[in-house]
């Protein structure tokens, strides 16, 4: 059954400490992609890779850091340093870079206490 | 960069009616925009989408319309049903860097039996 999945679905965590939230993909897509969705706002992009051990920041990277070791796999950390990091975080996956459709995860939703 | 709004906000309509969601965008250099469904605690799922060099696109009770003039396009859905009621948000791509997907900040609809 292809997918992507995130875990877990609800996370809650103390102010000051890092976190890092899981996303894996049995597509077999190049491309991954982080977002984070607020209340109100439509998804902004954290982060993108577009091949592993490659990644470029979007628009709302700071406080936040990725990595793409392999290909079915790309974490995201969020820092101490994210100012407001309570959030839904989304992830999501395209068969390449500039390729039409994304296909996201069912998310993961982060409460900083 | 791109920005793409999308009106309205909620949105409520009875069973068998239609519902219509408009949305924006400023980069005449965009060239895709998807139609985004998201039920409460999931990702988005596609449900439709159409290019910049077509005006309209159908799919059973939803279609979509683009005007590249004016830089808007809409989401059509007829016959409404209870199932749905979500969240729904529009997209436009850009042609430059990352290929990156600017969001709408979604439209609530309630289908009303």
């Known amino acids: 059954d292809g997918g992507i999945t995130q875990s877990p679905k609800y996370l809650f965590r103390k102010e000051g400490q890092n976190v890092t939230l899981s996303c894996e993909q049995n597509l077999n897509h190049d491309a991954m992609y982080w977002y984070r969705q607020d209340p109100g706002q439509g998804l902004r992009l954290i982060y993108y890779s577009q091949i592993v051990n490659d990644f470029q920041k979007g628009d709302i990277a700071e406080g936040y850091s990725v990595s793409r070791e392999k290909k079915e796999s790309f974490p995201l950390t969020v820092t101490s340093a994210q100012k407001n990091p309570t959030a839904f975080y989304l992830c999501a996956s395209s068969i390449r870079i500039g390729h039409d459709e994304q296909f996201f995860g069912p998310g993961t939703r982060l409460t900083v206490l | ?113």
């Open chain 2, 1 to 113: 960069g791109e920005n793409v709004e999308q009106h309205p906000s909620t949105l409520s309509v009875q069973e068998g009616d239609s519902a219509v969601i408009k949305c924006t965008y400023s980069d005449s250099a965009s060239n895709y925009f998807p139609w985004y469904k998201q039920e409460l605690g999931k990702g988005p799922q596609l449900i439709i989408d159409i290019r910049s060099n077509v005006g309209e696109k159908k799919d059973q009770r939803i279609a979509v319309t683009l005007n590249k003039t004016a830089k808007h396009f809409s989401l059509h859905i007829t016959e409404t049903q209870p199932e749905d009621s979500a969240v729904y948000f529009c997209a436009a791509r850009t042609s430059g860097t990352g290929n990156q997907f600017y969001f709408g900040t979604g439209t609530s609809l309630t289908v009303i039996p």
